[in-house]
């Protein structure tokens, strides 16, 4: 595993340097002399752990800390106090606005290493939980749960710069007979094969795709635009079908097949991530009633 990447914010150069000494070469350093220039650094840079001075010109520590707690990308980064400041008072009211551990100066560098290294542990921990809750056991695809959270994120990043979002929901044709004539077990087997034939086939930048329900995946591309997105679409459609998986009581085909609703954000009726999802759904419908294993937009 890659060493952790570790800000450290003082606005005395000193502490700045025998901090540094204290954690190198355990962890990468970075150091910043001020509030203002560690926000910077803590959007710039995925940070692990930030060791904050309180008293500094400028920013204070408990700002720089209110402003790291309302910025997504940064508020679950832990935060370290290390401050002159020693009363009880000062100690619960950092603690209080969410930093993880208090430490005052004058310290000891094994103390610091030790402490630095609970909340990193900690940290990990953390990061793996909220991996495993985003991921489907069975096909380790991104599950339903990601999904909600990151459709709507979507949505507001691409209406902001007015791009294109597209989203595509993909079923398998005729699963309960494939399921009926294979077993279930082998009903397994399939959904993940097909899951990571989608997945393997949209990583793009932004791109994500998700277990959406049963045999139901739903594909999300931004920026992406509408006629783009049903070539890919297709391209999904004919790779399922290449894998040739027998599915011999199918009314459709001799082989287990796809269907695919498309939807833009720029559709007749999208006005949210909620209607976009339903002119898919709606779209999906459509490619089922006019014979499965095809693509409507
Ligand atoms: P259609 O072409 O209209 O989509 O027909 P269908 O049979 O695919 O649709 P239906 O909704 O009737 O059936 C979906 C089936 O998917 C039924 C369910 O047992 C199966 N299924 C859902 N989740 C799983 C799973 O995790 N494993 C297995 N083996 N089957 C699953
Ligand atoms: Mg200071
Ligand atoms: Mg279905
Ligand atoms: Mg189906």
New binding site residues.
């Given amino acids: 595993m890659e060493r952790a990447l570790i800000l450290v914010v003082d606005d005395d150069p000193l502490n700045l340097v025998v901090l540094s000494q204290t954690l190198q070469p355990q962890y990468r350093v970075m150091t910043a002399r001020n509030g203002e220039e560690a926000l910077t650094l803590s959007a710039q840079h995925p940070v692990d752990l930030i060791l904050l001075d309180i008293k500094m010109p400028g920013l204070d520590g408990y700002e720089v800390l209110k402003h790291l707690k309302n910025q997504s990308d940064t508020q679950s980064i832990p935060v370290i106090f290390i401050s002159a400041n020693d009363s009880h008072a000062d100690e619960a009211k950092g603690l209080e606005m969410g930093a993880m551990d208090y430490i005052t100066k004058p310290f000891s560098p094994p103390i610091v290493q030790v402490r630095v290294k609970n909340q990193l542990t900690i940290k990990q921990k953390n990061d793996l939980l909220e991996k495993l809750v985003s991921i489907d056991g069975?096909t380790e695809i991104n599950n339903r749960r990601f999904f909600d959270e990151n459709i709507a994120k979507e949505w507001r990043r691409t209406a902001r710069s007015n791009e294109e979002m597209v989203m595509l929901i993909i079923?398998?044709?005729?699963?309960?007979?494939f399921?009926d004539n294979y077993g279930?077990r082998a009903?397994?087997e399939c959904?993940k094969l097909v899951a990571t034939t989608i997945k393997s086939l949209c990583q793009r930048g932004s791109d994500f795709v998700a277990r959406y329900g049963?045999?139901e995946f739903a594909a999300v591309f931004s920026p992406c635009a509408l006629e783009d997105a049903i070539k890919q679409a297709e391209r999904l459609q004919k790779a399922i079908y290449d894998l040739m998986i027998p599915h011999q009581f199918s009314p459709t085909s001799d082989y287990v097949t796809i269907?695919i609703g498309v939807a833009s954000s720029r559709s007749e009726g999208v006005v949210d991530e909620n209607s976009l999802i339903e002119v898919a759904d709606k779209h999906l419908y459509m490619a089922?009633e006019a014979g499965?294993n095809q693509v409507k937009a």
């Avoid at 079923?171 to 007979?177: A, G, N, Q, S, V």
């Fill in positions: 069975l079923d398998i044709d005729h699963f309960k007979l399921n279930h009903g397994d959904l049963g045999e269907s089922k499965r």
